[in-house]
């Protein structure tokens, strides 16, 4: 790799400047609502890392850990302040099978490459494709999300100790009923009340933080019998230690965990980059989508190394982060120290939280994520594009995000291309020299080219015929190739084609065929797409 690619991509990971903006620095202020947001993530991401690690089927400090490393090396070198990371649902899914047929051991070595191959994404800048993603597969994106967070919710009005694991979550227990059901859905609905009512008020304490504190004070106080943190596993811990997968080095090893870890990478960056643009959206900063690829590999390879299942970007933690006041990398920091803080001595106080209060919390990020608007304008829109949107909202509640995504893209790609198929038309009329001009209008791709073929008349037009492509453009060898077939075709008629307004490395390679000519008195001066030679069908880049 060029020196200066790496030196690039060397300045991208030295320590970002935390302030707030150019104009506004880390005042006392700014730092009080940067650590109460960090702590009220902290808090969130408690019974969340559990439950992707009961999913995953290892032990819940695997997931803790992994909230923690991940959450603190994307908060200190990511690509977005304000972005939380940590163990997710959409990865713990796959591992399940991992975890089942070898062990944990061979989870740690996957995500080590896992973590690899995202660093080398990163500094390859795949991370830049991320804006081929079209506006409806993001508005379905975030739609499916929502209902993604919400679904898992309700796995907490189930009896404690009846939840079973399944792909989803936990799930196939018992379900709360009688008092225990009714205490349980008003603390959530006070919680969700005081996270409404707290920024009316005031904003010295972040609203989710304030109704987790008031509901967690009341179910303490009084002693309320519902489901508490503590009931779904001990989350005491020590410091996470250096631990090098015990794995064999071999062929084999590669072989079982490569499969895995291109899955994961590829989900993790996904969902990390649509985080990275949603956060973006909703703070007003762009770009920092290699350094947030670089960012999240070296999380997970450090994790990898240190006993933790790895992770990817957290949407519903990042709305929470950025709602309730988080701007910079200090409450991204605050809440990885937090978490840490809990597992090692603040692990009885965090058990006592009641259920009821985180969910009130999740549910008012659902309700804040929920894109409502799409509901408005899925009669506005053109009908490909409402499709888009209900698809990917679909795909995404029951496959996962990263599929969803995939589907979205392939779909609109497919539907952009069809469009522009169909937009390919020529004007013909008839120059004082006998001439017969086609000028065509429309891209010329191939979706394109039949159609292309089939505006032309060899055997009715005149000795000379000219094609303009002034208000079209020749995009790629399909193109070329069209362009081509015409031309044989009014050669084998003893007739003319002379081509104008093409770029001139199009000429170059058109004439090489020898059966056109060219006016190029008048073409413009731009690139084509890809090179094509008639003679030995060699593609390639320009």
């Known amino acids: 790799m060029p020196k200066s690619t790496l030196a690039q991509f060397a300045s991208r990971l030295t320590l970002p400047d935390l302030?707030?903006?150019p104009d506004e620095g880390l005042t006392p202020t700014r730092i009080r609502i940067e650590l109460l947001s960090g702590l009220t993530v902290a808090l969130a991401l408690v019974p969340e890392a559990v439950?992707?690690?009961?999913?995953?089927?290892?032990?819940p400090l695997v997931?803790?850990?992994?909230?923690f490393l991940v959450g603190l090396i994307t908060a200190v070198f990511g690509g977005r302040p304000g972005m939380i990371s940590g163990a997710t649902g959409a990865?713990?899914?796959?591992?399940?099978?991992?975890?089942?047929?070898?062990?944990?051991?061979?989870l740690f070595a996957t995500v080590v490459l896992m973590g690899l191959l995202q660093v080398f994404a990163g500094v390859m800048q795949w991370g830049r494709f991320i804006r081929l993603v079209p506006h409806p597969v993001m508005l379905g994106f975030v739609n499916g999300l929502a209902i993604v967070i919400f679904l898992a919710q309700l796995g907490q009005f189930k009896v404690p100790g009846t939840m079973q694991n399944t792909g989803h979550g936990m799930?196939?227990?018992?379900?709360?009923?009688?008092m225990p059901l009714y205490t349980m859905l008003a603390l959530v609905g006070l919680t969700m009340a005081i996270i409404w009512l707290m920024p009316r008020l005031t904003k010295v304490v972040p609203a989710p933080l304030a109704g987790i504190a008031v509901v967690a004070g009341l179910v303490i106080a009084f002693g309320l019998d519902v489901p508490r943190v503590g009931d779904l596993a001990s989350i005491q811990g020590g410091l996470p230690s250096l631990h090098v997968p015990m794995v064999p080095l071999n062929l084999e090893t590669l072989e079982i965990i490569l499969?895995?870890?291109?899955?994961?990478?590829?989900?993790?960056l996904i969902e990390s980059l649509l985080t990275l643009n949603l956060v973006g959206e909703m703070t007003g900063k762009r770009g920092g989508a290699s350094q947030e690829c670089i960012a999240q590999g070296v999380a997970n390879t450090v994790t990898g190394f240190f006993g933790g299942m790895g992770g990817c970007a957290m949407i519903g933690q990042s709305m929470i982060n950025v709602k309730s006041g988080g701007r910079t990398r200090v409450a991204g920091i605050a809440a990885a120290l937090f978490l840490l803080l809990f597992i090692l001595v603040a692990a009885p106080v965090i058990e006592l939280i009641p259920l009821a209060a985180l969910v009130g919390v999740m549910f008012m990020v659902v309700i804040g994520t929920f894109a409502w608007n799409s509901l408005t304008i899925l009669r506005k829109v053109p009908l490909t594009d409402a499709f888009v949107i209900l698809l990917v909202t679909v795909v995404t509640v029951l496959e996962d995000l990263a599929v969803a995504v995939v589907v979205g893209v392939i779909v609109s790609a497919l539907a952009y291309a069809w469009n522009n198929a169909r937009r390919i038309h020529a004007r013909t009329y008839e120059t004082p020299e006998g001439a017969r001009v086609y000028q065509i209008q429309g891209p010329l791709f191939f979706g394109s080219s039949e159609g292309f073929a089939e505006l032309f008349r060899p055997y009715e037009d005149p000795s000379v015929v000219i094609v303009d492509f002034a208000d079209s453009r020749v995009v790629d060898q399909s193109?070329?190739?069209a362009i081509e077939a015409v031309a044989l075709k009014y050669e084998a008629v003893g007739k003319?084609?002379?081509l104008r307004h093409l770029s001139r490395d199009c000429h170059a390679l058109l004439n090489k065929a020898g059966h056109l000519m060219v006016d190029s008195d008048d073409d413009p001066d731009y690139g084509l797409a890809v090179n094509y030679s008639v003679r030995t069908g060699i593609l390639g880049g320009h």
């Open 63 to 67: 997931g803790l850990y992994a909230a």
């Open 91 to 106: 990865l713990a899914v796959v591992m399940v099978a991992l975890v089942a047929q070898h062990g944990v051991e061979y």
């Open 51 to 59: 439950a992707f690690a009961f999913v995953a089927g290892v032990h």
């Open 259 to 268: 499969p895995y870890a291109v899955i994961l990478a590829a989900i993790g």
């Open 171 to 178: 799930g196939g227990g018992e379900w709360l009923s009688g």
């Open 496 to 498: 003319q084609v002379q």
């Open 19 to 21: 302030r707030l903006s």
């Open 479 to 481: 193109a070329l190739q």
